[in-house]
């Protein structure tokens, strides 16, 4: 564990590498092992026109995003935005949470925020607006303006230090009297799903267990994920796009495939949607695709107008392989 309660240190992962932030400033970005991201590209222009050979050039779009991120959202400072209604990524972790509170298919979310660490709330405002522009969050320091507002909001901060400990974070959630409960869980703290699925042995517990930022994650890590996650975002996981897809009951999208591998997992998704109806009638024996091209049953996934269809899975787009090493 690192004690981070007398130091303002904050490490993410974002387009593969760690970006260090000190005082609400980037004061280091390590070498990026990838040289494309879609995501990125469709977030920030930069990303589109960068010269992908060139490290540098890369790091210093890194840069930019980070930076935007802290001057408009307000990220690693004390007056960081907490509350969100809007959608940002059409199939984001954080929406899917918003859009499952909103419904009651869940009663409570833990998650991670930066300056607080390890969240529990049941506000489906608070999950977009803590959510909807965070990346993988490796450490965090506290920041009490943070920590003070998201109380107010009824949210319990499980560590005074702003650890990331997500089955304490259940732990806590379930002795406050949640019993429907989704985590969100990085990739890279795969270790941790076996203790946090086996809480749900602690009486009438329904958790749904949700895998992000799986960018770079070992043959060990997958294995983990595979076993005990409901939902999993691939990220630039090729082993992700390869040996969960083979196994999962629905993907969403084809170029960042979303994979649901769970009952669980696709009574999340179907809470994300106004068409319910056609997630109860879906055959577990068999594997569904969501996506844009026409063909299939007409769903609306959140916001978007999209399509279901039984298909083999993963079913992945031409960009998908660019991630095939990764």
Known sequence: M???????IHVLRY????????????????????????????????????DRTNKEAIKQEIRKAIESKIKDYGLFTP????????????????????????????EAAVVVCDGAGTVITDNAEVVQGIGARMNSLVLT?????????????GCHVVFDNALILQEKGVEKAIKLGYRKIAVTV???????LERIRALENQGEITLTILVVCTTGVSEAMVEQIQRYADVVWSCASGDVRRKIGACALLQISKQIPVFVLTRNGIDLVASCSGDQAVFSD??????????????????????RN?????????????????????
Do not use: W
């Open 15 to 50: 387009f593969s590498s760690f970006v260090s932030v000190l005082d609400g400033k980037v004061i280091n970005i390590t070498d990026p092992t990838m040289s494309y991201c879609p995501l990125a590209s469709h977030l920030y222009e930069g990303f589109k026109a960068v």
């Open 79 to 106: 007056h960081r935005k907490l509350l969100g209604g809007d959608v940002a990524i059409a199939y984001g972790a954080s929406e899917m949470l918003m859009f499952a509170l909103q419904k009651k298919a869940i």
């Open 186 to 192: 990085s990739g890279h703290d795969a270790d941790r």
């Open 282 to 303: 879906m055959d577990e024996r068999k594997q569904y695709l969501i996506s844009d091209e026409s063909g299939g049953k007409k769903v609306k996934l959140g916001v």
């Open 141 to 153: 320091s506290p920041i009490r303006g943070i920590r003070d507002r998201l109380k107010e909001l």
């Open 306 to 326: 999209s399509f279901l269809r039984e298909e083999t899975l993963p079913f992945l787009s031409k960009k998908s392989f660019a991630f095939e090493n990764v």
């Open 2 to 8: 690192v004690d981070s309660v007398n130091r303002d």
